[in-house]
């Protein structure tokens, strides 16, 4: 048998999700252009998908191609929209975009077990940690799924570290660190010398602007407490 000239294989990609509880075109325009302006290099190019689940009243399909437009022209990769009626389903269709349903609530036989007892502060994830020995490079990009993500080497400027658990870095932090990304507020970034672009716990996010200059280039966490991002030095 020949070789094969493709392979198809599961892959983890990280993604926002712009939740959308009403719309008026100027309104949201505005308020687009002046999110991205906080970070345009973590938002640029980024993928997006649109939740409609909480959204008061009803769209049409002018109003969706026009969020559609605004999304892509402040510069986000609108792949599609979720949440949505099935009514509106087909029309994020017509203006080519996908549909993902919302998630299906678990019956009582498919709940999943007891969780075990709590881990220890700190521990976050169930699966072995990964471990970086070599420095991340700019433009690269390292995901520990379901897992606490140890990084031996430095990160790179323009470098990405995601985990499900905690970050821990042994070096110098100087791309970005996304950590708890599957909805996880208890996890925390660690690392010996902060200079992030840009830290995020939970989809709650701080820029290097935004980090003070008495942690700057030193040992740090960070960690959510009331829904905001606090750095504190180690």
């Given at each position: 048998?020949?070789d094969?000239?493709?392979h198809?294989k599961?892959?983890?990609?990280t993604?926002?999700v712009?939740d959308l509880?009403?719309y008026?075109?100027?309104?949201?325009?505005a308020a687009l252009?002046?999110?991205?302006?906080?970070?345009?290099?973590f938002?640029t190019?980024?993928?997006?998908?649109?939740?409609l689940?909480s959204?008061e009243?009803e769209l049409?399909k002018?109003?969706?191609q026009?969020?559609?437009d605004q999304?892509?022209?402040a510069?986000?990769q609108?792949?599609?929209f979720r949440?949505?009626?099935e009514?509106?389903a087909?029309?994020a269709?017509?203006v080519?975009l996908v549909?993902?349903?919302a998630?299906r609530?678990?019956?009582e036989?498919?709940?999943?077990?007891?969780?075990?007892?709590?881990?220890?502060?700190?521990?976050?994830?169930?699966?072995p940690a990964?471990?970086?020995h070599?420095p991340?490079r700019s433009?690269q990009?390292v995901?520990?799924?379901?897992?606490?993500?140890?990084l031996?080497?430095?990160?790179s400027?323009g470098?990405?570290?995601i985990?499900d658990?905690n970050?821990h870095?042994?070096?110098?932090?100087?791309?970005?660190a996304?950590a708890?990304?599957?909805d996880?507020?208890s996890?925390?970034?660690?690392?010996q010398?902060?200079?992030?672009?840009?830290?995020?716990?939970a989809g709650q996010?701080?820029?290097?602007d935004?980090?003070?200059?008495?942690?700057?280039?030193k040992?740090a966490q960070?960690f959510l407490q009331d829904?905001?991002?606090?750095?504190?030095?180690l």
């Amino acid at each position: 048998m020949a070789d094969p000239c493709f392979h198809i294989k599961g892959t983890s990609v990280t993604s926002m999700v712009l939740d959308l509880y009403r719309y008026q075109a100027e309104e949201f325009a505005a308020a687009l252009r002046d999110k991205i302006e906080t970070a345009p290099l973590f938002f640029t190019g980024s993928p997006l998908f649109l939740n409609l689940a909480s959204f008061e009243g009803e769209l049409d399909k002018a109003q969706l191609q026009s969020i559609a437009d605004q999304c892509r022209s402040a510069g986000f990769q609108l792949y599609g929209f979720r949440g949505a009626e099935e009514s509106v389903a087909q029309l994020a269709k017509d203006v080519g975009l996908v549909h993902l349903p919302a998630p299906r609530p678990r019956t009582e036989a498919e709940a999943p077990p007891a969780e075990p007892a709590a881990a220890p502060a700190g521990v976050s994830s169930s699966l072995p940690a990964k471990v970086i020995h070599k420095p991340v490079r700019s433009g690269q990009q390292v995901y520990a799924e379901g897992a606490d993500l140890i990084l031996l080497a430095p990160v790179s400027e323009g470098a990405e570290v995601i985990a499900d658990g905690n970050i821990h870095v042994y070096s110098a932090l100087r791309g970005r660190a996304l950590a708890g990304v599957r909805d996880n507020p208890s996890a925390r970034i660690f690392c010996q010398k902060l200079e992030a672009e840009l830290v995020s716990i939970a989809g709650q996010f701080i820029l290097h602007d935004g980090i003070a200059a008495e942690v700057w280039k030193k040992p740090a966490q960070i960690f959510l407490q009331d829904d905001s991002i606090e750095i504190a030095a180690l």
